[in-house]
């Protein structure tokens, strides 16, 4: 019901939640929905989920060494942990040239690793992009400039005895 002003009064609506199907339309005599059409009217359907399965360290390696090399990284190499350590499988590291490709490097590396249904990766170093060091469970990838890569040499002290495998650029 409205006032004389048009106004609906503060205490009623035009239309009330508890009134029978029709009422507000001003239709007389329809029945309300039954209840089982009720309930399927209020319950919502969720999405299809998506497949969570994680690639395994083979898979995950080879979406790394893809993506370097889409990026045009230099001297890439791939260390086996396997045996040597419990936290990953494989380390990738690799150079870009200057700050601006080191960032670059990782930034798509990320993107894509998240596509392929590795979420929640962990990055460090971005802000600086000296060294940028992303955790992607079984493949660790540390992305240096050149200066910072001699200074650090992880290939040494985590292949000490042995020449590290080397992807050809």
């Given amino acids: 019901m409205l006032r004389s002003g048009g106004t609906k009064p503060r205490n ?7 009134a029978p199907y029709g009422a507000a339309d001003g239709a007389k005599g329809k029945d309300p ?19 969570k399965v ?8 080879r ?14 190499i791939t260390i086996d ?25 990782a930034d798509h590396l990320l993107r894509d690793l998240a596509e392929a249904g590795l979420p929640n990766l962990r990055v460090e170093g971005m802000p600086n992009c000296d060294w940028v060091l992303i955790d992607a469970g079984d493949v660790i990838v540390h992305v240096f400039r050149p200066e910072v890569r001699t200074f650090y040499n992880l290939e040494n002290m985590w292949a000490p005895g042995q020449a590290p495998r080397r992807k050809a650029n």
Wanted: charged share 25%; glycine share 4%; net charge positive.
């Fill in 63 to 76: 979406l790394v060494l893809a993506r370097i090399d889409d990026m045009k990284a230099e001297d890439t």
């Fill in 54 to 61: 994680r690639p395994d360290a083979k898979e995950t390696l």
């Fill in 81 to 105: 942990l396997t045996g040597k350590s419990s936290i990953a499988d494989l380390m990738v590291v690799t150079s870009g040239r200057s700050h601006r490709q080191v960032g670059a490097i």
């Fill in 33 to 51: 929905l039954p209840t089982s059409v009720l309930s399927r009217a209020r319950t919502r359907r969720a999405p299809a989920k998506v497949s």
């Fill in 12 to 18: 009623q609506s035009l239309c009330p939640a508890n």
